[in-house]
């Protein structure tokens, strides 16, 4: 991430993502995707069907809904 100061607003920063970015996003959501699968594998089965309502739901996964969407 870059932090420049805005154009029109001295108190606020713009946050960019760099080149690299994307890449360092993708190796961190594969990461956090395996440790995922090895917490929700240890879960009752309840607690699995739970989880899996959570992932299915985009409304309560922010990571779907397009508010932490890097690849726009």
Request: aromatic content about 6%.
């Amino acid at each position: 991430m870059e932090r420049k100061p805005h154009p029109s607003d001295s108190r606020a920063k713009v946050l960019t993502i760099t080149t690299t970015g994307p890449d360092i996003l993708e190796r961190a959501m594969r990461l956090v995707e395996r440790v995922d699968q090895e917490f929700f594998s240890r879960l009752s089965p309840d607690s699995t069907k739970a989880a899996a309502i959570f992932h299915a739901d985009p409304g309560l996964n922010t990571a779907q809904t397009g508010f932490c969407n890097f690849r726009s």
